[in-house]
């Protein structure tokens, strides 16, 4: 599962990115539009904006805005930044690859080529998907079936 950190910060990210590349939005307004803590988000906010993704203004029209075009962010980088690696196992990681302490061949481990074949797909999906893509298909998706839940005992 995805932190409560990396959630919220989606949900800033959507907010800004729906406002446009450049366009400020102040924190008290993406606080009460999404129901995120204030001091949490500033901290979000803060390291999205040390990694590149925000700029921020000061002032009565200041604000955190996007410095890159949504369709340039992908979901996975955000993750990443957020809540780390997210390979099912350290021999898998893209950026904290370490070999399994109880594996002693990694080609023929498998469990390895189990997780291998899953956490290709996702990665796939995670690259592939940005801010853009994700609002787009939000866009055409009917009403009733964004509040689909997943059955208790599901993923």
């Given at each position: 599962?995805i932190?409560q950190r990396a959630?919220?910060a989606f ?5 800004l ?7 400020s ?6 606080c ?15 390291e999205l ?9 000061r002032?009565?029209?200041g604000?955190y805005?996007?410095l890159?075009?949504p ?5 996975a980088s955000v ?20 070999r399994?302490?109880?594996?002693a061949d ?6 390895r080529?189990?997780?291998a ?9 995670l ?5 853009a893509?994700?609002?787009k298909?939000a ?7 964004r ?7 599901g993923?």
């Open positions: 599962m932190s959630r919220y949900k800033a990210l959507f907010r990115a729906r406002a446009g590349v450049g366009e939005v102040q924190i008290k307004d993406i009460e539009a999404d129901q995120i803590p204030r001091p949490f988000l500033e901290q979000i906010l803060l904006k040390r990694s590149g993704f925000l700029g921020s203004r002032g009565k029209e604000g805005f996007l890159r075009d369709s340039q962010i992908s979901i993750l990443r930044l957020l809540d780390g690696p997210f390979a099912p196992l350290p021999c898998l990681s893209k950026t904290a690859y370490r399994c302490d109880d594996c990694e080609a023929s481990c498998d469990l080529r189990v997780f074949e899953v956490y290709g797909k996702m990665l796939n999906v690259e592939g998907q940005t801010l893509s994700a609002l298909a866009e055409v998706m009917p009403r009733n079936s509040k689909q839940r997943v059955p208790a005992g993923a």
